[in-house]
């Protein structure tokens, strides 16, 4: 797997329908402006660096439902929808190597890269650490915490509870969330091993993609708000996200849904809010893991 650093200095095209032609920028600039952006909005400049870089680097790896096209969302999150800017997290129990951490309504990407570098300074002692955080919001993605630990030489994990956008197979009222996973394994030749996959068959972020462009979307991803397949992006948005291996990834939702909230006092599922009226502030939930990989090894 590439990483940031080797990929090129221009933002690649994302493989959607008609963005061949569109505009690209170079990467320092985008980052430069990005964080200008957060500043402004009350955030304090490291974490606004690490929200940055955190879309800016999901754009470089070709996850541009979770880029740069977050920021006119995250904007109104800190800035009219309660989300606190200046939010500094901290760990508000603590048990050996297992953690619950506070992210003080700060945006997820906050707290995330809090809680997994703690897991990472605790697996140094112990070969594993665990922390729920809740008090959060927004994250971006998985990937992006599990590989801190890789870079570390050690296995990353984190996943996190999300908005309802699916049903239990049969049904048509949203109430699990696709609820993403991030594994990282770091790798000594070929690169790091890294796994970033959500229990729907896409990400909502997505299909907005597609909307804007108002292309039609794949087969499979989406029903609309009849229980019915349909590849029209706007249907999809209204309607329900299609689970991977039908109740198998219903299950596995609600299960990283779970931990990901319950372990810490987050909200979970419907608690959280609807795509309607948007996620309440500072009550989303996560977890990290770092597994120290001298320390597993016999």
Known sequence: MLEAKRLPRWIPMARYPG???ETRIPLEVLREGVARIFRACGMLADAAQTVTDSLVEADLRGIHSH??????????????EGVNPKGVPRIVKEFGAVLVVDCDNNMGQVG????????IE??????????????SNHAGTMEYYAR???????????????LPTMAPLGGTDKL???NPIGIALPGAQA???VLDIAFGATAHGKIRVYAQKNEPIPEGWALDI????????TAALEGLIAPIGAHKGVGLGMAMGMLSSLLSGAAYGTESGNMVDGPKPGIDGHFTMAINMKRSRR
């Open 19 to 21: 963005r061949q032609n």
């Open 191 to 193: 690169g790091d091993f």
């Open 226 to 233: 009849h229980g019915e397949a349909t590849t029209n992006a």
């Open 122 to 135: 605790r697996a140094a002692i112990h070969g594993v650490a665990f922390a729920a955080v809740r008090g």
């Open 176 to 178: 699990v969330g696709i």
């Open 148 to 162: 801190r630990a890789a870079a570390r030489n050690m296995v990353g994990v984190c996943a996190t509870n999300a």
């Open 67 to 80: 880029g740069v096209l977050r920021v006119p969302d995250y904007v109104a999150k800190l800035t009219r």
């Open 112 to 119: 995330m890269s809090f809680a997994m570098d703690a897991c």
